[in-house]
């Protein structure tokens, strides 16, 4: 469960981080540390005191093993066609299941846009479903992201 977890926030990394990791040469890297700062996020959600401080750093090592074992597994053609259809679930109409696949690699996913919303900073968010299917192991996710003032997007806890 811990496994599942974790995976699918790194989805959402992956997935709406895509566009700023076209040339990285190292996907493995990539996915390590974004692994790591995920997993550090949800770590530090967790408990109070030093039971925070120590969840936090178990979320950096567990988020960082799991964002490289992904990293290994998505090509630039998988976070290519990631990339495009959450650039089109940015616009797309509340419910409309965005698909991607990339038939090299056989990897595949969807994202729904599901609400949208505002931040306390005025932002405009929205919350997404995702789904992705590397290796022919289906992990889902559940994120929001949003609009920065450059209008870029970013996740948001």
Not at 39 to 45: V, Y
Request: with cysteine.
């Amino acid at each position: 469960m811990l496994r599942k977890t974790l995976l699918a926030p790194l989805a959402c990394v992956l997935l709406l981080s895509a566009c700023q990791a076209d040339n990285m040469g190292n996907k493995e890297a990539f996915g390590t540390l974004a692994g790591a700062g995920v997993g550090g996020l949800l770590g530090s959600q967790i408990g109070g005191g030093t039971g925070r401080v120590a969840a936090t750093a178990a979320g950096v090592v567990i988020g960082g093993w799991l964002g490289n074992e992904i990293g290994a597994s998505l090509d630039s053609a998988d976070r290519a066609a990631m990339s495009g259809a959450t650039s089109r679930a940015y616009t797309a109409p509340i419910g409309q299941q965005i698909v991607w696949n990339n038939p090299q690699s056989g990897n595949s996913g969807t994202i729904t846009p599901v609400r949208d919303g505002t931040a306390a900073n005025g932002a405009f968010c929205r919350e997404f479903q995702q789904t992705i299917i590397v290796g022919g192991q289906q992990q889902q996710a559940y994120g929001r992201a949003c609009q920065q003032p450059d209008g870029s997007w970013k996740i948001v806890p």
